[in-house]
């Protein structure tokens, strides 16, 4: 057989390996449901940007693209003072009820995951049982307790429902479950007290779930109303949602500048993700390589 013979049946095989192989009609079923879900997900955010870009009169024209876009609302608004007011409102109590919620969610998950004590059990179950309980059950006992304490109208009245949650508890006990307790051990041979081995130890290893605990307690802070709404009495003292339902009367409601304050409010919940994805990606990568 000759070079010649040989060469029609290489070039066969590299056309055969050179074809591309069929696509798998479920993936492209999943890719397909993956788009229409990210639509879905993009519309409201843009049709809320769209309609902050509206004169008044657009407003209920359904098309994307305003007929006349505008900035005039976002002038309105940034020069409105109690913008800039409930902003910091937001800021403040988001920021600290999120720092709250880090220290003090994780010390009692490490506690419960690390120390051996009679009813630990009976304590995480009741822990987690305050999760069947629906918020707007809770909203008459928080209000009497903070009227008997003074704390209407407060920065600490808002925040004290949601400085500890349960399921920030729960979130942080399940993490430490992955910390070994060789570690621990020799921490406490090295001389470290308990909290120095919470702080400096465990701590360190159990960053994504810290860094997704920020990103739920900040946004759920961020975009609370019901609460903040009954606690407050002054203007002063109102959160972005609840102040931002305030752009309206009786007879009318003025959603573009309701849109053009929600549009603003998203900017610091978008910062905050992006400072923290890196912790969950680079959680979810070490899990990868540890399984």
């Known amino acids: 057989m000759t070079a010649t013979d040989i060469r029609p049946t290489t070039d066969a095989v590299l056309n055969i390996r050179a074809k591309p192989k069929p696509r798998n009609m479920g993936q492209i079923i999943r890719w397909l449901l993956l788009?229409?879900?990210?639509?879905?997900?993009?519309?409201?955010?843009?049709?809320?940007?769209?309609?902050?870009?509206?004169?008044p009169?657009?407003?209920?024209?359904?098309?994307?693209?305003?007929?006349?876009?505008?900035?005039?609302?976002?002038?309105?608004?940034?020069?409105?003072?109690?913008?800039?007011?409930?902003f910091i409102?937001?800021?403040?109590i988001a920021t600290l009820t999120t720092i709250s919620n880090l220290l003090f969610d994780s010390l009692v998950g490490y506690t419960l995951c690390k120390f051996k004590f009679p009813g630990r059990q009976i304590v995480f179950i009741a822990i987690l049982?305050?999760?069947?309980?629906?918020?707007?059950?809770?909203?008459?006992?928080?209000?009497?307790?903070?009227?008997?304490?003074?704390?209407?109208?407060?920065?600490?009245?808002?925040m004290f429902p949601g400085l500890m949650t349960a399921f920030g508890t729960f979130l942080m006990k399940q993490f430490f479950e992955s910390v070994p307790d060789d570690f621990i051990e020799a921490a406490r041979i090295d001389g470290l007290n308990e909290f120095q081995i919470w702080w400096t130890v465990a701590m360190p290893l159990v960053k994504p779930a810290l860094a997704?605990?920020?990103?739920?307690?900040?946004?759920?802070?961020?975009?609370?109303?019901?609460?903040?709404l009954i606690v407050t009495n002054s203007v002063e003292m109102y959160t972005i949602p609840v102040g931002l339902s305030g752009f309206g009367d009786e007879a009318d409601v003025a959603w573009e500048l309701i849109m053009t304050g929600a549009a603003i409010s998203t900017i610091p919940t978008l910062v905050v993700f992006l400072i923290f994805q890196r912790f969950i990606i680079r959680g979810v990568v070490m899990a990868g390589l540890k399984g």
């Open 35 to 55: 788009f229409l879900g990210g639509i879905a997900m993009v519309m409201p955010i843009a049709y809320m940007i769209s309609t902050s870009l509206k004169w």
């Open 89 to 92: 409102n937001s800021i403040i």
């Open 212 to 228: 997704a605990l920020a990103i739920f307690v900040f946004l759920g802070n961020w975009t609370a109303f019901l609460w903040p």
């Open 57 to 86: 009169h657009e407003v209920y024209n359904v098309n994307l693209i305003p007929e006349e876009p505008t900035l005039e609302n976002y002038t309105y608004v940034l020069e409105d003072g109690r913008f800039y007011m409930w």
């Open 129 to 158: 049982s305050t999760l069947m309980i629906p918020t707007e059950m809770l909203v008459i006992p928080w209000y009497l307790m903070s009227q008997s304490l003074g704390w209407l109208d407060s920065y600490w009245g808002i």
